[in-house]
């Protein structure tokens, strides 16, 4: 399914608020084109962003402020139900509950009230949830076959479910599945393949048509860029677009195939953010799609296939620092939408 950011402004996912509906009103202000819900983790630490992907994950526990499964009876009754639920294509069991995303009903009713097109959800990926998770053993269960098939599994079909109801507003829905775990792709802390991440990866991306990926620093950009489930690649345009942009075959033949950039170009850092201007991040940006017209796009094409985010998620920040970075991301967004693309 064709998808064009045309330069429209989104979030990465939290927010700092501390009422659902206030954040909910910020996002469609800020937002209006392609709207998120916003993910609240100082309303509730069920709203970290591994908490809030995991709940409901047969086993789940917080032991010591550590995401465990505990594979009890009521562990082995859970995988039963999921599975069988997987099989007949029920994303009930994977239904989000209030108490982990506060926002996320009244941003559904906000879609339908204003008939919203186009609208986002997002999740935390598998290889970031999984590397979280501790097992039984005390080593993370993406490393255990059963129990990360049990996550993937539960993660395909709370991305379905976000899809479904979003789609049930009235709006198509684009659904993100973020990995900032990748950031330690590499490293001798996570020792897979390419192709391994992005057969997981797709695993959980192929519960909606439409999929977005972020990572919130620097990894292997071939990864996300080269997953065909993925159609959006999010990043940190601010700080790592020198990173990025060295993938020039990839992006290339990412866009060929009708992939989009979101460009994380707003900083979300309080200092840099305050420091910002329109005019400098559009100087900035610019420079930016310039190498990536060099590689046989016309600035027009590649601003159709963009969006205006900023740099990662503003949960941890201060209200202001977040007032700031979306009014950034917002007039950026306006400014490059009427002058590129008549907008």
């Known amino acids: 399914m064709t998808f064009l950011g045309n330069c429209r402004a989104t979030g990465i996912g939290s927010l700092p608020a501390t009422d659902a ?55 082995f009754l859970g995988v039963e139900r999921l599975l069988a639920a997987y099989d007949a294509g029920d994303t009930s069991v994977a239904a989000l509950a209030p108490e982990s995303a506060a926002a996320f009903e009244p941003f559904i009713r906000g879609v ?68 900032p775990f990748l950031a330690s792709y590499g490293t001798p802390f996570f020792g897979w393949s390419k192709e391994r991440v992005q057969e997981t990866l797709g695993a959980v991306a192929s519960g909606a048509e439409i999929v977005g990926s972020h990572c919130c620093s620097n990894t292997d950009w071939s990864i996300l860029l080269g997953c065909l489930q993925v159609s959006i690649v999010s990043f940190d345009a601010f700080e790592f677009a020198e990173n990025f942009l060295v993938y020039r075959d990839d992006i290339a033949a990412f866009l060929a195939r009708g992939g989009n950039i979101a460009w994380g170009i707003v900083p979300t850092d309080a200092e840099a953010a305050a420091a910002a201007t329109v005019a400098s991040l559009r100087e900035r940006l610019l420079g930016q799609v310039e190498k ?4 046989g796009f016309d600035r027009a094409e590649v601003l159709r296939r ?38």
């Open 21 to 75: 509906g206030d954040a909910v009103a910020s996002v469609f202000a800020d937002c209006p084109d392609l709207p998120y819900w916003p993910q609240l983790p100082q309303v509730s630490a069920a709203e970290g962003m591994n908490e809030q992907a995991s709940a409901g994950l047969p086993g789940r526990a917080v032991e010591e402020k550590r995401l465990r499964v505990v594979q009890d009876e009521a562990f």
């Open 112 to 179: 339908s009230e204003r008939r919203t097109p186009e609208a986002k959800g997002q999740i935390a990926g598998p290889v970031t949830v999984g590397m979280a998770i501790l097992g039984e053993d005390g080593n993370p269960i993406l490393y255990d076959d059963v129990l990360r098939e049990v996550l993937v599994k539960f993660l395909h079909l709370r991305v379905r479910w976000q899809a479904q109801r979003i789609a049930a507003a009235g709006a198509r829905p684009v659904v993100f599945v973020d990995e």
């Open 292 to 295: 990536v017209e060099a590689l």
């Open 306 to 343: 963009s969006l205006i985010t900023p740099a990662c998620g503003l949960g941890t920040r201060d209200a202001d620092t977040a007032r700031r970075a979306f009014a950034l991301v917002h007039d950026l967004a306006a400014s490059l939408r009427a002058e590129y693309l008549g907008l």
